[in-house]
């Protein structure tokens, strides 16, 4: 059988993947009438899951065949609305060819490299791609964030309108924001090279759309910084040089922090801030 993917390369040579899964993800909200926030579980029924069902699993969540049909199991323990981008990931799997032959894993970062099968990492990317486009409509969130400055609330505000979580929610806002936008991941941690220092806020990882100078892994957050008052207040929001992150350069960035915790599998506390930073782009500079 013709999967819906390959159909659509075949009706436009040489679009890219990305491109033809933001033209089908459209198609089925359009199909269905959705606006935000969307019903993952309405999205899945139209794509003939017969049911999403949780699960005491290792990883975000699968789509199998069973006996009654297709069925997408998430990750009991995780949020809400990290089972609502889980179960729109797996229904993005039903685009592509060959998807029905084995059970997709959406895998937990952290297991990624070996514990479970990740499936084609290529592939994986392309459904979390697709998944945003489900979860967050292009036109609606275009809307919502024209005009808007960028601000903590309204990257809570948003997260709360598309029942979505706050990194969900920054990754998309880098995606579709007009300005050069930088995503940083921070914990209270220790710098993996020296274990025997004490924990500071450092840098886990990046996002980002435009030209942004190199960011160093690990690097810490100093504690009168932006991103630790966060921490200490919920949010924070300031214009501000990214110099003491190693970014000079970067002398009027406007940054929106939050401070957003999370326990692991092993019920840890994780301290961490979601960041997302703006900055105007300079004339004759060229947008990334
Ligand atoms: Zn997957």
Request: charge should be negative.
């Amino acid at each position: 059988m013709v999967s819906d993917l390959e159909r659509a390369r075949l009706t436009r040579p040489g679009a890219a993947d990305d491109e033809l899964l933001i033209e089908l993800a459209e198609c089925v909200l359009e199909e269905l009438d959705l606006s935000p926030a969307v019903d993952h579980a309405i999205v899945a029924s139209f794509r003939d899951v017969v049911r999403i069902e949780e699960a005491d699993i290792d990883w975000s969540g699968h789509i199998s065949w069973t006996s009654d049909g297709l069925v997408i199991t998430v990750n009991a323990a995780h949020p809400r609305p990290r089972q609502r981008f889980t179960a729109l990931h797996e229904v993005v799997h039903t685009f592509f060819p060959g998807f029905s032959m084995q059970t997709q894993y959406r895998c937990l970062p952290s297991i990624a490299n070996g514990l479970v099968h990740p499936g084609d990492p290529a592939v994986e990317k392309l459904c979390d791609a697709g998944a945003a486009e489900l979860l967050f409509p292009r036109r609606p969130f275009l809307n919502d964030l024209t005009g808007n400055t960028m601000t903590s609330s309204l990257l809570r505000g948003l997260a709360t309108r598309y029942e979505a979580s706050l990194e969900a929610t920054a990754r998309r806002i880098v995606t579709l924001n007009s300005e050069p936008t930088l995503f940083i991941a921070f914990e209270v941690s220790r710098k993996p090279s020296q274990p025997n220092n004490s924990p500071a806020l450092r840098i886990q990882y990046h996002y980002s759309s435009g030209q942004w100078p190199f960011i160093p892994k690990y690097k810490a957050a100093p504690d009168d910084s932006v991103f630790y008052r966060a921490i200490l207040d919920g949010a924070s929001d300031e214009v501000t040089s990214l110099a003491s992150l190693g970014m000079p350069q970067i002398d009027n960035a406007h940054v929106s922090a939050i401070y957003s915790p999370y326990y692991d599998n092993n019920g840890d506390l994780h301290m961490r801030v979601l960041a997302v930073i703006t900055r105007p782009v300079h004339t004759g500079e060229r947008r990334g």
